[in-house]
């Protein structure tokens, strides 16, 4: 395996388990609408965050950064607007 297969391969792998990750906190503010525990600073910083690092992989060219900053901003902008609908 070459060296770019072997980054390439590391960056879906950083992707997708660092999206994965996400999943359960959003199934369970989608099922149970309990926005109580989440910080609203933070998801706000959090989300915008999400935004600037899809912006740079999008620059970069960096499909792996798009990929998972895409389905992450998704899940955390609609949490960021349950709390904000929810408080």
Known sequence: MSASTLSEFIGYLAAFLTTASFVPQAWHTFTTRDVSGISLGM???F???IACWLLYGLLLGAWPIVIANVITL???AT???MK???M
């Open 43 to 45: 998801y706000s910083a």
């Open 47 to 49: 989300t915008l965050g």
């Open 74 to 76: 998704a899940l955390a």
């Open 79 to 81: 949490i960021l607007l």
């Open 84 to 86: 904000l609908r929810y």
